[in-house]
């Protein structure tokens, strides 16, 4: 059994190249979110399956800089519609704290990369116009611009006119370049139109314009030598970019097309992520929640066309929980459900992994640190001490003291108490926030509920459980009293946290001082 990643590799392997050049690219169009930037993450796996088999490999990133701005991307003013049509390259930083709109969104995506363990070639499209890199692809393009226009028509409905160039210039006039019409060329310099009236010549060596899309898509497969290439599922339609892309390639320039591996759009909360809308999610907002591990997790657990919708909400805990369940299983601290799950996990955990270590990182159970947090905040011994006096550790944590384990699980405690803070202030729905009051609150409670309350304290003050067991004498009492187990938990959070609702009662109130439990629960100030 093998990941998906790793039978991309065994394919590629059986090519006959001197390297494999794994290709990714963005559109600058907006913030970089996890669904635009799984190109880079697949084309990373793949690259690293690559060498571990010992294979002349590396990934490349390209930055379509040289495209026009077609949406003013989220938070942007709307004054920044004047900038439409424009290429990316050319539009000034919206903060001015870049050197242009292009940096300004790419650079906090490129500063993360070694977080994610992440080596790659950056490339700027526009760079590469400007220095020559496309001119050779440019002048093929327009001498075999008729051969061009009966393979786009082959996949149009209306077809291109007579005079028709695969290339568009920047206006010298507006500045814009998708509002431009190549009709006639001599040499190096390509007549237009545009629709701003303005009509004059242009210099390809200039680097003030660019081919078109899926003709230059083509070119730097060649340019690159590129072998294999994640792209959204939209280029993988039938007749869409790929496919006349993959013709262009052979037929104009005589290169073979890469191995494509085409992957569905990752949705937010069921929504398609859209950077004019500002509905999206960035690698460095996941970071501020989880570790980066997760996060390939998350685009690996699966084949890449299959859906993934991400919500940072409530099911985010689920996700983490998931993932860890798989790290206990690869680490045998926990049993699969049957050996062949086992090996797909393993593989998928791998495949997660930027380095996998000998021992199992200390992840404690994240849902329950939402508790732990907002009982005892930023200290790592105390929440230690509630994770252990609730049986959230693992077998191998167990036995231990806070002041036994080493400085590395000290430090993934204090990592992921930090993600637990952050993902609290940022995306946990109100009814899991709670605070733990200083002083009695007034608050109503009946007869039936003081009654429970005390039974209730005797417990703390005479025995010692751990949650199961409190658990079980917490019903036990409820029983006996024939009260509704509503009204008996609603009365501990209204004397704890103020609230009708609150974590999971028996480990909450454990969690707790208990001598501040117990003075509470007899309601003495």
């Not at 519609?81 to 050319?90: A, Q, T």
């Not at 400007?130 to 149009?156: P, Q």
């Not at 996700?319 to 090996?343: H, L, P």
């Amino acid at each position: 059994m093998k990941h998906w990643i790793a039978r991309i590799a065994d394919e590629l392997n059986e090519k006959d190249v001197p390297e494999h050049v794994v290709a990714s690219g963005t559109s600058i169009s907006g913030s970089i979110h996890i669904g635009n930037s799984c190109d880079i993450f697949i084309a990373n796996a793949v690259t690293k399956a690559l060498k571990k088999m010992e294979t002349n490999s590396k990934t490349i990133w390209i930055a379509d800089d040289h495209d026009p701005l077609r949406k003013v991307p989220y938070p942007l003013p709307e004054s920044y519609e004047k900038y439409l049509g424009i290429p990316y390259s050319k539009i000034p930083c919206p903060e001015g704290c870049c050197s242009n709109f292009v940096e300004h969104f790419e650079k906090p995506l490129l500063s993360l990369l070694e977080k994610f363990g992440i080596e790659l070639e950056v490339y700027s499209g526009a760079k590469m116009y400007k220095e020559g890199m496309y001119d050779e692809y440019i002048r093929i393009a327009l001498e075999k611009a008729s051969k061009i226009r009966e393979i786009f028509n082959k996949f149009r409905e209306h077809p291109l006119k007579e005079n028709w160039l695969p290339y568009n210039p920047i206006c010298q006039e507006c500045g814009r370049v998708n509002t431009t019409y190549a009709h006639s060329y001599d040499g190096d310099n390509v007549f237009y139109s545009c629709k701003c009236g303005h009509k004059d010549k242009m210099d390809i060596k200039t680097g003030n314009g660019k081919l078109t899309w899926r003709v230059e898509w083509a070119a730097r497969w060649k340019i690159f030598g590129i072998t294999c290439e994640p792209f959204g599922k939209d280029h993988a339609a039938s007749g869409g970019s790929y496919d006349v892309s993959k013709i262009i390639s052979k037929d104009i320039f005589g290169y073979e097309a890469p191995y494509p591996v085409p992957y569905e759009w990752i949705t937010l909360k069921g929504e398609a992520m859209s950077k004019s809308h500002g509905v999206f999610f960035t690698p460095k907002q996941w970071l501020e929640i989880a570790e980066p591990e997760t996060l390939n997790y998350f685009i690996f657990r699966s084949k890449p066309l299959k859906h993934k919708d991400f919500n940072p909400s409530m099911p985010f805990l689920d996700f983490i929980e998931q993932y860890d369940r798989v790290e206990r299983i690869y680490y045998g601290e926990e049993e699969a459900s049957s050996d062949k799950e086992k090996q797909k996990l393993k593989k998928i955990y791998e495949a997660s992994q930027i380095e996998i270590s000998e021992s199992m990182p200390f992840h404690p159970s994240y849902r329950f640190m939402t508790v732990a947090y907002q009982i005892e905040g930023n200290d790592p011994e105390k929440v230690f001490d509630i994770l252990k006096k609730n049986s959230q550790l693992t077998k191998s944590m167990a036995e231990k003291t806070f002041a036994e384990i080493d400085d590395v699980d000290v430090a993934k405690l204090e990592t992921r108490i930090n993600h637990v803070k952050n993902w609290l202030e940022l995306y946990a729905p109100e009814f899991v926030k709670f605070q733990v009051l200083n002083k009695l609150p007034r608050v109503e409670i009946n007869d039936e509920q003081k009654e429970f309350l005390l039974k209730v304290a005797y417990l703390l003050e005479n025995g010692s459980y751990n949650s199961e067991e409190f658990h079980d004498e917490l019903y036990a009492i409820i029983h006996d009293l024939n009260i509704k187990p509503q009204k008996a938990f609603q009365a501990i959070y209204k004397l704890i946290i103020g609230k009708k609702q609150g974590p999971r009662a028996a480990s909450f109130v454990l969690s707790i001082d208990k001598d501040l439990v117990i003075k509470r629960f007899r309601l003495e100030e």
